[in-house]
């Protein structure tokens, strides 16, 4: 043999299957991209072909499929929800993360059985080899829950309407802080009558906003009148309708909190329709701070939810549920901070 050759061991499937401490078979499945292996096993076998610099054999697929998780919307086209998608998307390309946006799909009784229910949306999605699923402002039901433990798919909701279980891992904001920030803002201006535009009523969120609109007034000193309070959808027409309804009361308030960016929009066109200037004759506080608070005329005073970094840690929190890494608190909120502009004055004669 010729003096001073060398050769260089090179990493083979079993070693990775071994480091990663799984079977041969197991690791093959991960590495051909099969999707018929849990989410943190996948992880291991990833990180080993990673570690160790693993090449497949000429001809076979390239090592370590892409990683992908899912981001499902109610409602895909409000600025909630492209400032969410953001944070998700930025947060899954520096780790190397794919993210797939869809809608939740609809369960019709004509509908497929296969591709409708619960069982079927789960199952569906990790045997595409997803490592989890986000859902945004959504109504779950215990039966979907259910469906994506049974999958072993990882679940995180944001902002959810309803907690099925309570331990649904959630990322949301300080909804009652910001509801007791809006409310005492419009109380130092002098304002006394204050409306409030929720959401709907089984909203976990706006229910906590409207608790905080609650504890303010109670705390200054100012009884709550149940004729200011009103919900619906948190959406334009739905601000425009209770924005009609609150300055159509016989004793109208002089500033309203609506519990959305999109919902106190309708109320100050509410206000332009029946004649009124916002904010010399109407204050209005919005929550969110999507890009519309500061597009509006005049410029929305809302409270600023963080919805950029809820999606970032929506999506690191969901990557620690598929590696198996047990959680600090399965619910975690982000604090949220008032932004004082345009539409917020002192009540006329104060």
Not at 320 to 344: F, I, N, P, Y
Request: charge should be negative.
């Amino acid at each position: 043999m010729p003096t001073g050759s060398s050769t260089t061991r090179r990493t083979t499937l079993a070693m990775v299957a071994d480091a990663a401490g799984v079977s041969l078979p197991t690791a093959s499945k991960v590495l051909n991209g099969r999707g018929d292996v849990a989410s943190a096993t996948r992880a291991r076998v990833e990180q080993a072909a990673r570690e160790l610099g693993y090449v497949p054999p000429v001809g076979r697929r390239s090592v370590t499929p892409a990683r992908v998780v899912d981001l499902v919307f109610d409602d895909l086209v409000s600025p909630y929800s492209l400032e969410v998608l953001r944070g998700v998307t930025e947060a899954g390309a520096e780790v190397g993360v794919d993210v797939v946006v869809s809608r939740i799909p609809a369960e019709k009784e004509d509908a497929n059985p296969t591709r409708s229910t619960p069982d079927a949306w789960a199952n569906r999605l990790k045997a595409s080899g997803r490592e989890g699923i986000i859902i945004v402002t959504s109504e779950l039901t215990l039966e979907q829950v259910e469906s994506f433990d049974r999958a072993g798919l990882p679940l995180v909701v944001i902002d959810p309407l309803n907690l099925p279980r309570v331990e649904v891992t959630s990322v949301g904001a300080t909804n009652f802080s910001g509801g007791l920030a809006a409310t005492e803002h419009l109380l130092s201006l002098g304002h006394r009558r204050i409306g409030f535009a929720g959401g709907p009523v089984r909203a976990a969120c706006g229910q906590a906003r409207l608790h905080g609109y609650r504890a303010a007034l109670e705390k200054a000193g100012v009884t709550p009148d149940p004729e200011l309070v009103r919900h619906g959808a948190f959406s334009y027409p739905a601000g425009l309708e209770m924005g009609t309804q609150l300055l159509e009361l016989d004793d109208p308030p002089s500033a309203v909190f609506a519990a959305s960016d999109t919902t106190a929009l309708g109320v100050v066109e509410a206000a332009r329709r029946r004649g009124l200037r916002v904010p010399d004759d109407l204050s209005v506080v919005g929550f969110d701070d999507t890009i519309l608070a500061t597009l509006a005329t005049p410029a929305l005073t809302v409270v600023q939810q963080p919805l950029f970094d809820m999606g970032r840690v929506a999506l690191r929190t969901l990557l620690r549920l598929a590696a198996g890494e047990s959680l600090d608190s399965h619910h975690v909120e982000l604090a949220t901070s008032l932004v004082v502009r345009d539409s917020t004055a002192p009540r006329r004669g104060e």
